[in-house]
């Protein structure tokens, strides 16, 4: 006989997932906050500068877009 398997409603899935998304979105800012501070500090230069430097700015753009 077949089981009856536990289902979420749809407000718990959407919530979860909700959840999830600004978790992630926090560490991105986080993240961008410490590649930022890096740059700053002078903890990378040439070409690995210049390559964060234009990931931030992708990534600023992305997060400003609707």
Do not use: C, W, Y
């Amino acid at each position: 006989m077949a089981r009856k398997k536990d289902v979420k409603p749809l407000f718990a899935v959407k919530h979860d997932f909700v959840d999830s998304l600004d978790a992630f979105v926090q560490e991105v800012i986080m993240f961008r906050g410490a590649v930022s501070n890096v740059l700053v500090t002078g903890g990378v230069s040439g070409d690995a500068a210049k390559t964060l430097r234009e990931a931030i700015a992708a990534l600023d753009k992305t997060m400003m877009s609707e």
